[in-house]
């Protein structure tokens, strides 16, 4: 196992795992840190396994979601600030 | 991978667990919004020096580079944006200002 793994795997356990508890529990808005934990922790994480198994060119994974993380979640904070 | 890259690296994945497993232990919501702050605008920019440094200059280092700019640009700004509909949650700003 290389170290790109090691970190990978290191950030899917002590990253994604909060996420994902944060995420489900508590109210819509409150629930809102865990989904704003989860993107970043995921483009990371995707670009540690790009570097460790993919071509460079699946880069652009990471990037995509990076923008699109950033619509979605902009997306959620919206209609509950409407909603609440 | 080379030393500097990896401590950068590893410099950048301890940011981000600490600050992630500190948001379990914080209770409202701003609180875990700031704990959050970290992971976007110095974990992230770690990680991605260091993969830059591994892999030296090419167009995947700039593509890199270009994610966790834009992660630490957009961070902050959702945050703003979900401790500013907590505030108005909890009646700390007036609702009708313009968002």
């Known amino acids: ?84 | 991978m080379t030393v500097v890259a990896q401590v950068l690296v590893f410099a950048g994945v301890a940011v981000v667990v600490v600050s992630a497993l500190a948001m379990l232990r914080a209770r409202t919501l701003l609180t875990r919004l700031h704990l959050l702050a970290p992971v976007t605008t110095l974990g992230a920019p770690l990680v991605g020096i260091g993969l830059a440094v591994a892999n030296g200059w090419s167009l995947g280092s700039g593509a890199i580079l270009l994610t966790v700019v834009l992660l630490a640009v957009t961070g902050p700004v959702l945050q703003s944006a979900a401790g500013r509909v907590e505030a108005q949650r909890r009646g700390a700003i007036d609702e009708d200002l313009p968002s």
């Open chain 1, 1 to 84: 196992m290389t170290g790109w793994l090691v970190a990978a795997v290191l950030l899917m356990a002590g990253g994604l795992g909060p996420a994902l508890w944060l995420a489900a529990r508590g109210d819509a808005v409150g629930r809102l840190a865990g989904l704003q934990l989860a993107g970043p922790v995921t483009v990371l994480t995707l670009l540690l396994l790009v570097q460790a198994y993919g071509p460079s060119s699946a880069v652009i994974l990471p990037l995509t979601l990076t923008v699109l993380a950033f619509a979605g979640t902009l997306l959620f904070i919206r209609l509950l600030g409407t909603t609440e």
